[in-house]
């Protein structure tokens, strides 16, 4: 397939124009000869020979890697690259199918391979599109305050790679769209440490995250948008959803996109999902705004279900039980693209960020 066929499904072609005029690299191995450089001796020789059989023994061991999953071809080459850096340790050893798609990533059903991590036969890989969180509405919103992380959850220190984030080059917003799966990734570790309902996350590398698998081989969880419930399990899960934002807010931790469709729901057992957009309640100015919306939305979908509750009076309670201040420091820039419907819901606080816009 050709690259530039390949690659226009991502929306990335127009910054790789112009790549194809750059002049080819030679083989340096063929150039020193000619030139008159130093010759390779025997061990030379053996030494690349012995280096091209461990790529090669490598690459072999990649084509391993089963596609059950009959994806369309520019997915499936994105795919492969995705996963790669997950099988030199056999974290996985097939694809098996698509359970949901999204804008910003997708998860796919895969089996764990034999990495002794994973005690379950089925896992989750969650697969992000290229840069695709250029496209996340309020982007800015929940980055403020938070640490520029690399892949496996660690700060970024590097000067250079710092001044290309802020400059927001080619390779800076590589690096951005990296920190973002980084940073998903470390807080799905803090708050599984702390005993929070969330798949298990094993591993990160590239453009994905392996984790828990929740549902069987046939059908994956339902997002609890999806499901009905009766009133004494409602109630139930309605308390479970509360112990998991006062555990995650002990953990220094606001979800930020929390409702009925990022919690999976499965045998009576619920587990929160998608934590990119994460925030810092001491860092980040907007964090009640964001945490009180949290919490109406949690309240919406169970007053559906039969449980009535005071969405502003929990909100302020689980908020002021860790010292967290009520009157926070708003910052109307960022929220200049925030729906107006959802600050409706948010009552006297929506109320006050509204004056502060205008």
Not at 50 to 75: C, D, G, P, R, W
Request: with cysteine; net charge negative.
């Amino acid at each position: 397939m050709h690259t530039q066929e390949y690659y226009k499904h991502f929306d990335i072609i127009e910054e790789l124009e112009g790549y194809e005029q750059l002049p080819s690299i030679r083989h340096m191995a063929y150039r020193n000869r000619r030139r008159g450089a130093k010759k390779f001796n025997l061990e030379d020789e053996r030494a690349i020979q012995e280096e091209m059989k461990q790529v090669n023994e490598q690459l072999a061991e990649h084509e391993t890697l089963k596609m059950s999953y009959k994806a369309a071809i520019f997915e499936e080459g994105w795919l492969r690259e995705s996963l790669d850096g997950f099988l030199d340790e056999r974290w996985l050893e097939d694809v098996v199918r698509l359970v949901k798609g999204g804008k910003e990533a997708s998860v796919y059903l895969c089996t764990s391979g034999k990495a002794a991590q994973i005690p379950q036969r089925w896992v989750a890989a969650k697969v992000y599109r290229p840069r695709s969180m250029r496209n996340l509405r309020n982007d800015s919103l929940y980055r403020e305050g938070r640490s520029d992380l690399d892949i496996e959850g660690h700060e970024v220190l590097d000067e250079r790679m710092q001044r290309a984030m802020r400059q927001k080059s080619l390779y800076g917003k590589e690096l951005l769209h990296t920190s973002w799966i980084g940073h998903e990734f470390k807080t799905m570790q803090i708050l599984h440490a702390a005993g929070v309902d969330i798949p298990t996350p094993y591993v990160s590398a590239g453009n994905a995250i392996l984790m828990d698998y929740i549902g069987d081989h046939d059908l994956p969880a339902p997002a609890l948008s999806e499901v009905e419930l009766d009133r004494d399990e409602a109630k139930f899960l309605f308390e479970r959803v509360l112990f998991n934002i006062d555990r995650m807010l002990a953990q220094h931790r606001v979800h930020g996109d929390l409702s009925a469709y990022n919690i999976l729901y499965w045998e009576g057992q619920i587990s929160l999902i998608d934590f990119p957009q994460a925030i810092d309640p001491e860092a980040n100015r907007n964090a009640y705004r964001i945490f009180a919306r949290d919490v109406a939305r949690i309240c919406e979908y169970f007053t559906r279900q039969g449980v009535s509750s005071n969405a502003r009076r929990l909100a302020s309670d689980l908020w002021t039980a860790y010292g967290y201040p009520l009157q926070a420091e708003f910052d109307p820039r960022l929220l200049k693209d925030e729906d107006e419907a959802e600050m409706g819901g948010l009552g006297e606080l929506g109320s006050a960020v509204r004056a502060r816009r205008k």
